[in-house]
C-alpha cells in the first residue's frame, strides 16, 4: 500500500499444536452475553469439527447462535470456556495480539456488509491482511493483484468501493479472504446484501475457490446457498440440533 509504511505485526510464539489438525476443532464452547436484566446464553456447549476442504454451512433462526458461533471459531470474539484449534494450532490461550497475527496469517473473511475502506482502492483493499503481517508492500501489492485477477477483477484494482457494483465490492471481499492464502475462510451471510444473480454469481465463485481446495464455513439464512455446501450445520438456542451431508 502506497500510503503508509505498516510495522510488522509481533511474531506468534510458543504456538500449541493439537493432536489432530483439522481446518476447524472446537470442543465445549460455551459463550454468555451481559443482558440487561439476566445473562444471555448464546453457546451453550457447542462441538464442532470442520476437515480441511470442506464447505460447510451454518443455519438457523435469527439469535439461534450462528454468528456468535462463526465469531468465536475465528477468534473475533472470546468465549466463556471451550478451545478452538485452526489448523491445528489452539488459538484458546493466545493473548490478543497473537490471535490478530494468526487471523492474518491464516483465515480470510467475507462479510455480507463486505468491510471494505471507502478512502483505499480495491487492491489496496485486498493487501490489507498481508500488510497487518508484514509482507513486504512490493509482495504484498502483486499478491493483491493476483487474488483480484482470481476473482476477475484485476481491470478493476484501482477503483475505489463507491465505483463498484454490489457484486464486484464482495468479489473484492473474497479476493481479501484469498490474499494470504488461507487455511480457512469465514463467510457471515457472503449474499444476504445481494440480487438472487449476482449472490448466485459469488456462490458460484466460492464454489469454484472450494474445488481448488479452499475450506469454508458459511453463515447463512438462505437454503439455496446451504444445499450447495458438503454439510448442513442446524443451530437452535445456542446449540448444534443436526450435523447432515449434503453428499
Given amino acids: 500500500m502506497h500510503t503508509a509504511t505498516a510495522t510488522a505485526a509481533p511474531a506468534v510464539p510458543h504456538l500449541r499444536l493439537v493432536e489432530r489438525a483439522d481446518a476447524v476443532a472446537a470442543t465445549g464452547?460455551?459463550?454468555t452475553y451481559n443482558g440487561a436484566a439476566s445473562p444471555v446464553p448464546a453457546l451453550r456447549g457447542v462441538d464442532l469439527r470442520v476437515e480441511r476442504g470442506e464447505m460447510v454451512a451454518i443455519m438457523g433462526p435469527s439469535g439461534?447462535?450462528?454468528t456468535t458461533l462463526l465469531n468465536c471459531i475465528s477468534g473475533l470474539d472470546t468465549f466463556d470456556s471451550?478451545?478452538?484449534a485452526i489448523d491445528g494450532v489452539d488459538i484458546?490461550?493466545?493473548a490478543d495480539y497473537q490471535r490478530t497475527a494468526y487471523r492474518a496469517e491464516k483465515m480470510g473473511f467475507v462479510f455480507q456488509t463486505y468491510n471494505l475502506l471507502p478512502v483505499l482502492s480495491a487492491v489496496e483493499n485486498v493487501e490489507l491482511p498481508l500488510v497487518v503481517s508484514g509482507t513486504n508492500p512490493r509482495e504484498a501489492r502483486r499478491q493483491a493483484m493476483e487474488a483480484l485477477a482470481r476473482v476477475n477483477l484485476r481491470d478493476k484494482a484501482h477503483a475505489r468501493p463507491s465505483q463498484?457494483?454490489?457484486g464486484q465490492r464482495q468479489r473484492v471481499t473474497v479476493a481479501r479472504a484469498l490474499v494470504n492464502n488461507p487455511a480457512i475462510?469465514?463467510?457471515d451471510e457472503p449474499t444476504g446484501a445481494l440480487d438472487s444473480a449476482t449472490a448466485n454469481e459469488i456462490m458460484a465463485l466460492m464454489e469454484e475457490l472450494h474445488a481448488a481446495g479452499h475450506t469454508f464455513v458459511i453463515v447463512t439464512h438462505d437454503p439455496a446457498i446451504a444445499a450447495r455446501c458438503d454439510?448442513?450445520?442446524?443451530?437452535?438456542d445456542g446449540r448444534i440440533v443436526s450435523d447432515e451431508r449434503t453428499r
Fill in 92 to 94: 484458546s490461550t493466545m
Fill in 29 to 31: 464452547l460455551v459463550k
Fill in 185 to 187: 475462510v469465514f463467510a
Fill in 64 to 66: 439461534c447462535g450462528k
Fill in 82 to 84: 471451550g478451545s478452538v
Fill in 164 to 166: 463498484l457494483s454490489g
Fill in 231 to 236: 454439510r448442513v450445520i442446524q443451530m437452535r
